[in-house]
């Protein structure tokens, strides 16, 4: 059956954070950095120095240059622990682990950078803070197969977004545990979650809808098994994001459609719609959505009984898993080092199955539209 990406799982969520590539042929913004380093030749050791490196990792994050961003976060960290300054200090810790987590793919060093931030938010007392936290802890359990955990954490997330009237967050977090229960095989929870964030949508009548809330809707009417409107959502979708030159979601939502397509039998429409996500993916060099399009152009020439063209992008495919693929041992061995909360009740046995459907996890560019709390 076709169902959510699992790769849309870890990084439509990873969005929330402050990276904001959004895969619309992005260039750095020379006069902003021009503003911002005469900043720094003005400002010593302050709390507006760290505030400016950080907002320099911001804009090499936005346009996914994220050794630079990396440079710049450990100089903002550097100096906040050095003057005291522990909001600078949460934001470049959580920049660190939500990097370490998706970019560098280093489980051990992101966990214990969002350990670190969690004991910053509480001295703080943010909930904002918080919110980013246990969405960061969250995601980090996901992609390394606990769902219980990650269900946990980000349950927690929610009481804050909620507590905080944050609705678009809600909306988030909900789509979010929907894709948890479709990765163990729980659709019926997993409709449960969709249908909250469609019912939370129309009551602010999509004002603020965040990117992920129109394909996740999208993907309830498939699940529910109307095909006929799940077509036409991811549509009307495509169409929005090609206004906001959102090309990442663009080529994400191709490849979604044509998953869709494939099960309805609609085989030329679907061809169709991997191949323009496949161009899309290739002019923006956008790595996951390649493999998101070969993949479904894979099972199309199956289907189409073209073994040539099947054979050919199947390959593709298989390279480019391999091409990001961790080490499930590695997983393993980190999901052993985590302290798990009390109700996480997942067997090893269960963690190796599940780890299993999330070996390729990978960020070449983070999405925009989501929230980042502090940013």
Not at 31 to 37: E, G, N, P, T, V
Not at 52 to 71: K, N
Not at 329 to 340: C, M, T, W
């Given at each position: 059956m076709f169902r959510i990406s699992n790769l849309y799982l870890s990084l439509v969520?990873?969005?929330?954070?402050?990276?904001?590539?959004?895969?619309?042929?992005?260039t750095v913004d020379s006069l902003r950095l021009d503003s911002l380093i005469t900043i720094l030749t003005l400002e010593k050791d302050s709390s507006q120095t760290v505030d400016v490196y950080l907002s320099l990792a911001d804009e090499y994050m936005r346009v996914t240059d994220y050794t630079i961003?990396?440079?710049?976060?450990?100089?903002?960290?550097?100096?906040?622990?050095?003057?005291?300054?522990?909001?600078?200090?949460?934001?470049?810790?959580?920049?660190?682990?939500?990097?370490?987590?998706?970019?560098?793919?280093?489980?051990?060093?992101?966990?214990s950078f969002y350990d670190h931030a969690l004991k910053l938010a509480e001295e703080i007392g943010n909930d904002e803070d918080y919110l980013s936290v246990y969405r960061g802890y969250s995601n980090l359990y996901s992609s390394v197969g606990n769902h219980s955990s990650a269900l946990h954490f980000n349950e927690k997330a929610i009481e804050v977004a909620e507590r905080i009237g944050d609705q678009e967050v809600v909306s988030e977090l909900n789509a979010y545990a929907g894709s948890i229960y479709e990765e163990s095989g729980d659709n019926a929870k997993a409709i449960e979650c969709y249908e909250k964030v469609e019912s939370i949508e129309d009551a602010n009548n999509y004002m603020g809808t965040s990117n992920a809330a129109y394909t996740v809707i999208a993907h309830l009417y498939y699940l529910k098994g109307d095909f006929k409107r799940s077509i036409?959502?991811?549509?009307?979708?495509?169409?929005?994001?090609?206004?906001?030159?959102?090309?990442?979601?663009?080529?994400?939502?191709?490849?979604e459609i044509a998953g869709v397509l494939i099960e309805d039998g609609q085989m030329e429409l679907a061809e169709k719609?991997?191949?323009?996500?496949?161009?899309?993916?290739?002019?923006?060099?956008?790595?996951?959505?390649?493999?998101?399009?070969y993949k479904?152009?894979?099972?199309?020439?199956?289907?189409?009984?073209?073994?040539?063209?099947?054979?050919?992008?199947?390959?593709?495919?298989?390279?480019?898993t391999d091409s990001v693929m961790v080490k499930l041992e590695d997983r393993v061995a980190v999901q052993q080092s985590v302290s798990l909360p009390p109700s996480s009740g997942v067997s090893f046995k269960t963690l190796i199955n599940l780890a299993i459907i999330l070996f390729f996890v990978i960020i070449a560019v983070f999405l925009s539209g989501l929230k980042f709390s502090r940013g």
């Amino acid at each position: 059956m076709f169902r959510i990406s699992n790769l849309y799982l870890s990084l439509v969520f990873l969005a929330l954070f402050q990276f904001q590539g959004s895969a619309k042929a992005q260039t750095v913004d020379s006069l902003r950095l021009d503003s911002l380093i005469t900043i720094l030749t003005l400002e010593k050791d302050s709390s507006q120095t760290v505030d400016v490196y950080l907002s320099l990792a911001d804009e090499y994050m936005r346009v996914t240059d994220y050794t630079i961003a990396s440079t710049y976060t450990d100089l903002a960290l550097d100096l906040a622990v050095k003057i005291g300054y522990k909001e600078g200090e949460l934001r470049a810790t959580l920049n660190m682990a939500h990097m370490y987590l998706a970019y560098y793919l280093d489980y051990t060093k992101s966990i214990s950078f969002y350990d670190h931030a969690l004991k910053l938010a509480e001295e703080i007392g943010n909930d904002e803070d918080y919110l980013s936290v246990y969405r960061g802890y969250s995601n980090l359990y996901s992609s390394v197969g606990n769902h219980s955990s990650a269900l946990h954490f980000n349950e927690k997330a929610i009481e804050v977004a909620e507590r905080i009237g944050d609705q678009e967050v809600v909306s988030e977090l909900n789509a979010y545990a929907g894709s948890i229960y479709e990765e163990s095989g729980d659709n019926a929870k997993a409709i449960e979650c969709y249908e909250k964030v469609e019912s939370i949508e129309d009551a602010n009548n999509y004002m603020g809808t965040s990117n992920a809330a129109y394909t996740v809707i999208a993907h309830l009417y498939y699940l529910k098994g109307d095909f006929k409107r799940s077509i036409k959502l991811y549509r009307t979708a495509i169409k929005r994001f090609e206004r906001l030159q959102e090309f990442r979601w663009v080529s994400y939502t191709h490849s979604e459609i044509a998953g869709v397509l494939i099960e309805d039998g609609q085989m030329e429409l679907a061809e169709k719609h991997a191949l323009k996500g496949l161009e899309i993916a290739e002019l923006y060099d956008l790595n996951k959505e390649r493999g998101d399009n070969y993949k479904m152009l894979a099972n199309v020439y199956k289907a189409k009984g073209n073994t040539e063209k099947y054979q050919k992008y199947q390959k593709a495919y298989e390279e480019f898993t391999d091409s990001v693929m961790v080490k499930l041992e590695d997983r393993v061995a980190v999901q052993q080092s985590v302290s798990l909360p009390p109700s996480s009740g997942v067997s090893f046995k269960t963690l190796i199955n599940l780890a299993i459907i999330l070996f390729f996890v990978i960020i070449a560019v983070f999405l925009s539209g989501l929230k980042f709390s502090r940013g």
